[in-house]
């Protein structure tokens, strides 16, 4: 399921990991066996290493979430924030379009930060904030959709809350089956899928 | 997140709760916490009973993770199955467009065993035997890409492999956002997804 490890990085002088490999091993280890299952000293074992080798670098596991989800959603709030506003500049059709196709390439970039966002439920105080972030997107993104079929973009036979619905659930669904050694790359997953979508919302 | 629980169902003459409602908030805790999280005193907890009476209906928490897995794919093979079983008579097109439609309300019917199926990790034999009932399934249905492809009756521009990919990424995203309290029931959702979908795949 999951490829092998590259080799850790080593921070400058200090022998073991920088925060960076321990927040990449820890992401993974949230994907693989859930956050609430995943314990510091569960992270320590993976990376062999003692906990307070862990807590040289953060401060709690919720840091280490914190961090993860913080890296996806600031990529995503910039490829959103970035389109709307660019709103004097371009039909919303070609913002939206933009949107997916940029969408897919931080998905891609940042395949374990972005699905460990998408399976967020809530249940600490972090996961609240990232939820909150995640709906600020969906509701600008739900706003492009209604914007391009109002002007004339795209088919107003099916309501924009759906199209919205099924066109980001298609972008999302890739952290679950993208794979980075696979045969495609984040620029032919993007092609196939604007390709796809925006055949289908054509107005006809 | 999650609507309030029902009204406990009574098992007959046994005061309590029955197989089923044991399962109903398995299911529900698993998804919410995570099922390595979810201990069986913690379904004890939330259903308000002891842990012996929880082994009254159940041998182990991986035996609840069987039955509902067991739920969904069982659903999801008869839908797969029938449509391979009906290749004489009609086109691999139509059984295609078939399979997502009843897809999309098999997901909608069963939403929180397809949910569990969906974030299975592997971790343990049954989640390793639920895999492999996912890959025959995912299997089945790019071979049906494939075939719709080959009559002619999708476009041929983008690899078979990718259109099952995005397209069944799309039919499962609904697990994540479909409330089945909001304004669109499993015929408008499948609708509309048929709509988006195969308007998108057709060949041009």
Chains 1, 2 share one sequence.
Do not use: C
């Not at 959103?80 to 506003?85: H, K, L, R, S």
């Not at 795209?154 to 669904?173: H, K, Q, T, Y």
Request: neutral net charge.
């Amino acid at each position: 399921m999951t490829a092998a490890d590259p080799a850790p990085r080593r921070g400058r002088g200090r022998p073991g990991y920088d925060q960076a490999a321990v927040l990449r091993t820890a992401v993974e280890l949230f994907n693989r066996k859930g956050y609430d299952a995943t314990s510091i000293g569960d992270l320590a074992k993976e990376l062999g290493v003692t906990k307070p080798a862990i807590y040289h670098h953060v401060t709690s596991k919720e840091d280490l979430l914190r961090l993860a989800l913080d890296d996806a959603l600031d990529e995503l709030t910039a490829v959103v924030g970035g389109a709307v506003e660019d709103a004097g500049s371009a039909g919303a059709y070609e913002r939206l379009r933009g949107v997916v196709r940029r969408s897919v390439e931080v998905l891609v970039a940042h395949q374990p930060a972005v699905t460990l966002l998408l399976r967020v439920r809530g249940n600490t105080p972090v996961e609240v904030e990232a939820l909150e972030r995640r709906r600020w997107l969906d509701d600008r993104l739900a706003a492009l959709v209604r914007a391009a079929v109002a002007e004339g973009a795209l088919r107003n036979d099916i309501p924009a809350e759906l199209v919205s619905r099924l066109l980001f659930g298609m972008v999302n669904s890739l952290a679950e089956w993208y794979r980075a050694e696979g045969t495609y790359d984040a620029a032919a997953v993007a092609d196939a899928l604007t390709q796809l979508a925006f055949d289908g919302l054509a107005r006809r």
